[in-house]
């Protein structure tokens, strides 16, 4: 049997028709910049994530970027980031000049440790960037409470949980301001680049929406010096086309990793994750860890399962980061999720049967490597 690590196929299947119809409509009207579908994907995402306000941009990273400066964050300030993230998150905070701060996971949950945060803040501190690794949401409440406490500002990196609750309410919804990604492997996939911000303050939905254009908000008048990261129209239209979709696609993903708890939870030696009580995540990647790592992944591609690793290198040990000094053993949490984490396949339509072979297999590896 093979198992992809992902494909599209099963939703590609599904929207198809409406898809190939809204091609030939976006072509005949004529509006490829900022037009109508565009907007229409802005209410329905803000409606969607429950903020009142939705600004598309062109991809994650710029989402997070102009997050940040919307928020008047820049040189001399420092963002606290997930030591255990996807190196976007600290890309962004480099990017308008500040300093990302690293915080250690918690080991079980793999997201940004809130118990130690607080150790983290300086005077130089503006804003927690929690990120809402594989589809788990951050302990929101309690990262929250210690921001108000320093009065920081906060900003979701929520690319990974399009869906996600915690205690109910939506991941994307509690900071800020807070941006997302819409590259076509996450859990709401663009065929193409897109992202998005999400808000409740005016003030910060309009600096964003001047800052993604140009810093223009009416034609030949430039406000402030802005970018061009506008949402695309032709990805709006398809974004609009999956968003239905959306919630369904989530409760699949929410089965699969059902099953893989199931199937493995008696596995020694493989480390499932662990879920906050109040957490209700979206699994964009299900991530299990194991001291033989290599090897098991090596042994499942030669039974045809793909797997993955989010991520070998974590941001601080990058050459991009080699100014800021940090060596091997600085964050050993993080350090170790790199080096046992493995990213089992996980995608609406990944059928049972394959999922029941894919844990055999890893059954079948620790039988045969602790057997001799
Ligand atoms: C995908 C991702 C991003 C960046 O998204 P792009 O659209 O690829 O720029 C940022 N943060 C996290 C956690 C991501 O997974």
Known sequence: MHVPYLSFSPQNQLIRPAILEKIQYFFDAEQYILGPEVSAFEKAYAAYNQTTFCVGVANGLDGLMISLQA?????????????NTYIASWLAVSQVGAAPV??????????IDPERVEAAITPKTKAIMPVHLYGQPCNMPAIMAIAD??????????AQAHGATFNGKLT???????????????????LGDG???TTNDPAVDQQARLLRNYGSGKKHYNDIIGYNSRLDELQA?????KLPYLNTWNRERRQIAAHYFHYLR?????????????????????VIRTSQRGALQQYLKSEGVETAIHYPVPPHLQKAYAHLGYTKGNFPITENIAATCLSLPLYPGLREPQIRYVTEKIQSFLVIKFSN
């Open 71 to 83: 928020l008047n964050i820049g040189p001399g300030d420092e963002v606290i980031v997930p030591a």
């Open 102 to 111: 690293p915080v250690e996971p918690d080991l079980a949950t793999y997201n």
């Open 149 to 158: 406490k320093h009065g920081l500002m906060v900003m979701e990196d929520n």
């Open 172 to 190: 994307g919804s509690f900071g800020q301001v807070n941006a997302t990604s819409f590259y076509p492997t996450k859990n709401l996939g663009a």
């Open 195 to 197: 992202g998005a911000i």
């Open 237 to 241: 239209t398809f974004l609009n086309v």
């Open 266 to 286: 008696e596995v020694p030696e493989i480390i499932l994750p662990y879920i906050l009580p109040a957490a209700e995540p979206v699994y964009h990647i299900f």
